[in-house]
């Protein structure tokens, strides 16, 4: 049997904790978001990164640069689908180093104005280089 001081314990209880119960699953649901979207641009980057390193040097011109965006950009669709908004890719390096900057944002699923997670990888690294064999010439570009 209850004692009469107990009575509406459960209630005020509930009122108390499902605010902080619901809150820990939208928090845990945005860093999921967000660390996804994170991973989405961090694929777009290497791939963008693979197309810059590997596209030939063009005498007067940076025809890498379109290719290797166009792929980041490609890929980041595929793969994120609406979980990277507003993404944009932008070329980093040139001559010897190479890569690309993939960009946007995570949606929010926590209402609170204002608030936006923004993502930004880039990756980079040395361009290719093939020569024949016995070959000490270096490369255009680098």
């Not at 669709?77 to 932008?90: E, I, R, V």
């Not at 949606?107 to 204002?114: D, E, F, N, R």
Request: with cysteine.
């Amino acid at each position: 049997m209850q004692q009469r001081e107990d009575r509406g314990a459960s209630s005020i209880e509930l009122v108390i904790l499902a605010p902080i119960v619901i809150l820990s699953i939208l928090l845990i649901g945005q860093f999921a978001m967000w660390y996804q979207a994170r991973h989405v641009a961090i694929a777009a980057a290497q791939a963008g990164a693979r197309v810059a390193r590997d596209a030939p040097q063009v005498q007067g011109g940076q025809a890498w640069q379109g290719q290797a965006t166009a792929a980041a950009l490609t890929l980041a669709h595929q793969l994120g689908g609406s979980l990277l908004q507003g993404t944009s890719a932008q070329p980093v390096g040139g001559g010897s180093q190479r890569g690309v900057e993939v960009s946007g944002t995570a949606p929010s699923i926590i209402p609170i104005p204002g608030l936006t997670f923004h993502i930004n990888e880039t990756s980079e690294g040395p361009t290719e280089c093939f020569r024949p064999s016995g070959d000490t010439a270096q490369c255009a570009g680098g």
